[in-house]
């Protein structure tokens, strides 16, 4: 009896240890959040972002592979978007789960010695006012170096992979055009260090996540600069030593019912 009570203490607090670890801050390649914060503003996850965005002629477009770069020289006038243009850019995060960047340190409160930046594409002009389903993708980069206003596009390129997306759904209105419009998109993650933890399915059509942007062209101007929002929700991964443990006290459980049921 007293190892049985033993066993039930050593699960229950292994069971507790696993809990905790899904409640506590968690750390992905130097990006750090708290998985569960809310407010009456913000979804379990809100990141914001500033970016730039331009179209571009299809033979142009940056590619679908990791740290591909996008090359502003290749922006094309929107008035004049025709059939298998391109709308692609680059931008980076701001704020990320109600935490916003912060002047005194590199990349801000959630990324103090990194900057967290993405790049996106392949949303490509396949009717009047419509565009395909795209993709994004977010980097961590422990050297910063990208700056919205005065940085090469390719800087926002470079780092390592925090989270891929392909879209799945999303709606561009405007009033005609795309000089000017919103677009919102349903993304699906399907790659990156951080990926285990928005792979969660929560929004519609079984997606992860759902970013919504406007932007608007100005006169003559072929690179538009806006902001945006990205929502959905993410979970903490419990450690690979918490499951351990409590394997280790389910397994000397069943260890002590086979004993018992030898006697």
């Known amino acids: 009896m007293k190892f049985f009570k033993k066993l039930l203490v050593a699960a229950a607090v292994t069971a507790a240890m696993a809990s905790a670890a899904q409640a506590a801050i968690v750390n992905v390649g130097g990006v750090t959040w708290d998985t569960n ?32 770069a996008a090359n502003y020289a290749n922006a094309i006038n929107p008035t004049s978007v025709v059939l298998g243009d391109v709308l692609q850019g680059v931008g980076e995060v701001n704020s990320f789960n109600g935490v ?3 002047p005194s340190l590199t990349g801000g409160g959630f990324c103090a010695s990194c900057e967290l930046t993405f790049t996106f594409g392949g949303f490509t002009v396949i009717g009047e006012d419509t565009l395909s389903n795209g993709w994004l993708r977010l980097y ?7 700056k919205i206003s005065t940085s090469l596009a390719a800087d926002a390129a470079d780092g390592t992979l925090f989270l891929e997306l392909r879209g799945v759904a ?36 079984g997606t992860d996540l759902l970013s919504g942007a406007s932007a608007t062209f100005g006169a003559n101007q072929v690179i538009a600069t806006s902001t945006g929002q990205i929502f959905g ?19 000397g459980l069943a260890a002590f019912r086979r004993r018992k049921a030898v006697k």
């Open 37 to 68: 914060a809310t407010n009456i503003t913000d979804s379990d996850f809100t990141g914001r972002f500033n970016f730039n965005q331009f179209f571009t002629k299809g033979a142009n477009a940056v590619a679908d592979t990791d740290n591909a």
């Open 100 to 102: 916003t960047l912060d």
């Open 140 to 146: 961590v980069d422990s050297t910063p170096d990208f």
């Open 170 to 205: 999303n709606d561009f209105t405007t009033s005609g055009g795309f000089s000017s419009g919103s677009l919102f998109n349903y993304f699906e993650v399907t790659g990156g260090i951080a990926a285990d933890y928005f792979n969660t399915n929560t929004q519609l059509f």
């Open 233 to 251: 929700d993410s979970v903490a991964v419990p450690e690979p030593a918490s499951l351990a443990l409590l394997g280790l006290g389910f397994a």
